[in-house]
């Protein structure tokens, strides 16, 4: 994992109030949830092909304890609904 990546989880983390290990784990309790969705997003948006190190849907889903890539593709979604719905 990048350290990047690692820093997108620790600040999703702390706006979530849960931990680093809980977010990279497989658990799906509401807040743990937002923040892995809230780190796919972050993760699929700001690590791109033209950054040094990009990650795939697969590898995204593979670090924050997803089941496959369509759980990513999930993920996305779903944050992207809750910010605009935010707005």
């Given amino acids: 994992m990048s350290p ?40 699929r948006q700001e690590l791109t092909p033209q950054n040094p190190v990009a990650y795939s849907l697969p590898a995204i889903g593979s670090i924050l304890g997803m089941k496959d890539h369509t759980s990513v593709i999930h993920a996305i979604k779903a944050h992207q609904k809750r910010m605009e719905a935010s707005q």
């Fill in 4 to 43: 990047r990546a690692r820093q997108i989880i620790n600040e999703e983390s702390d706006r979530y109030g849960v931990t680093f290990d809980e977010v990279v784990s497989g658990r799906r309790f509401k807040d743990i949830v937002k923040a892995k969705h809230a780190a796919a997003w972050r993760m």
